[in-house]
């Protein structure tokens, strides 16, 4: 099945700057980011996989896979899932597309903290024309590169089973 990334983009704008009520908000529990970029990849078309701790799911607050509002857990389900759902690759910023991810690491942590959607690119796509919709610092069409001081991890969506 193919990802639509047309449909995922609409959907990071419709809600950008507010909460689908049909999933729980997480800003006051570490962040809604990673939330907020699951559901656009579910809205470009992507199935739920609802394999316990591994999987990609959302049922309620309280019945969701890790990966769904995980950062790190997010990278590492979209890289190595063989089954249902998105699947992706590491990627560079001149891979980037509309529909796609990156992820943020601040102050050289230990783990990446932030997840962001591509709603844009210019042509090379790169850091500078790269532009982004994410909550907890909730923003849509902002540049990637508005980000200092930090190191980006650019996943491509492949598509979805």
């Known amino acids: 099945m193919p990802y639509d990334r047309s449909k995922a983009v609409t959907y990071a704008h419709k809600w950008a700057f507010k909460?689908?009520?049909?999933?729980?908000?997480?800003?006051?529990?570490?962040?809604?980011?990673?939330?907020?970029?699951?559901?656009?990849?579910?809205?470009?078309?992507?199935?739920?996989?609802?394999?316990?701790?591994?999987?990609w799911y959302y049922s309620s607050m309280n019945n969701r896979s890790p990966s769904w509002t995980g950062v790190e857990f997010l990278y590492k389900f979209l890289i190595t899932n063989k089954g249902k759902?998105?699947?992706?690759?590491a990627a560079s910023?001149?891979?980037?597309?509309?529909?796609?991810?990156?992820?943020?690491?601040?102050?050289?942590?230990?783990?990446f903290g932030h997840s962001l959607f591509v709603v844009e690119t210019g042509v090379p796509p790169q850091n500078s024309n790269i532009l982004i919709s994410t909550h907890t610092?909730?923003?849509d069409y902002r540049?990637?590169?508005?980000?200092?001081?930090?190191?980006?991890?650019?996943?491509?969506?492949?598509?979805?089973?």
């Not at 997480?26 to 470009?44: E, P, R, V």
């Not at 910023?93 to 783990?111: E, I, K, T, W, Y």
């Not at 540049?143 to 089973?161: A, F, Q």
């Open 19 to 55: 909460r689908n009520p049909a999933y729980g908000d997480f800003s006051k529990m570490g962040g809604d980011c990673t939330n907020f970029i699951s559901q656009c990849i579910l809205a470009g078309g992507a199935s739920m996989n609802y394999i316990p701790n591994t999987g």
């Open 85 to 89: 759902g998105p699947y992706a690759v």
């Open 93 to 111: 910023a001149c891979d980037m597309q509309s529909g796609d991810v990156v992820q943020l690491l601040f102050n050289r942590g230990q783990s």
């Open 137 to 139: 610092y909730d923003s």
């Open 143 to 161: 540049p990637l590169d508005s980000w200092e001081n930090v190191i980006y991890r650019y996943i491509h969506i492949s598509g979805t089973r």
